[in-house]
């Protein structure tokens, strides 16, 4: 089946630092990889997508990279603040476009002041 | 512009009941995916809906099931309800022409069966 991983479920750094999320993925190369946010009792919210020959993004604060090598992505948050505390997610569309989305489990941000 | 909107936002069922929730996509969108997503979970997807019709389908028993009406709005319906239905539900909507897009999310419904 097609696996996207997070391997961290919590994360927690002081404001201003950098934050590091990571995801990987296992048995299907993407095209694509998207990166959602997500408060509590809330549905996700759109951030960025990487598409496979796009090494890396930026929006404001935020940065993804891609490495197809690796089979994962990065992503950055800089100069952090306490609003951007929040559970972040990682997916692909498994191959099919306006089809189903595949998540990882989220990494659960807390920055500290 | 309103987005994404599900109904109710809390819903409290007791075991075996039968519970259907709303979904109204966001203006211009045609295709409703929903998705189950347990306390510390990520989504896992259900099904989707486009032109009336499913067209995809997650690894879910046929207890859920779906309509989506001529106005693109949708509906979710789960008979025989266990404990390990209680989750958020989320609605997502897209636009079928648009490749590759970011998904459109409404807020959810928190069911919790009893």
């Known amino acids: 089946s097609q696996k996207i991983e997070q391997n961290s479920e919590a994360l927690n750094i002081q404001e201003g630092k950098t934050a590091t999320l990571t995801c990987n993925y296992t048995?299907?190369?993407?095209?694509?990889l998207q990166w959602y946010r997500q408060d509590p009792g809330r549905g996700p919210v759109f951030l960025l997508l990487i598409r496979e020959n796009e090494k890396e993004k930026r929006k404001e604060r935020l940065k993804v990279t891609f490495d197809t090598t690796l089979k994962q992505s990065l992503f950055h948050i800089t100069a952090s603040q306490p609003a951007d505390s929040a559970t972040y997610l990682c997916?692909?569309?498994?191959?099919?476009?306006?089809?189903?989305?595949?998540f990882g489990r989220g990494t659960q941000l807390t920055v500290w002041p | 512009d309103a987005g994404v909107t599900q109904s109710p936002t809390h819903l409290i069922k007791t075991r075996g009941q039968q519970v259907t929730l709303r979904c109204s996509p966001k203006?211009?969108?045609?295709?409703v995916s929903w998705y189950q997503q347990a306390l510390g979970q990520g989504p896992q997807f259900i099904f989707q809906y486009y032109e009336e019709e499913e067209r995809q389908r997650g690894n879910f028993p046929d207890r859920f099931s779906g309509h989506q009406f001529p106005n693109y709005s949708s509906e979710l319906n789960v008979n025989a309800l266990l404990l390990g239905d209680s989750a958020l539900y989320l609605c997502?909507?897209?636009?079928?022409?648009?490749?590759?897009?970011?998904?459109?999310f409404g807020q959810g419904t928190r069911l919790t069966v009893v």
């Open positions: 048995n299907y190369s993407p095209a694509y």
């Open positions: 997502a909507s897209s636009r079928r022409t648009e490749r590759s897009t970011e998904a459109f």
């Open positions: 203006s211009g969108h045609d295709t």
């Open positions: 997916a692909h569309f498994g191959g099919s476009t306006l089809g189903r989305l595949y």
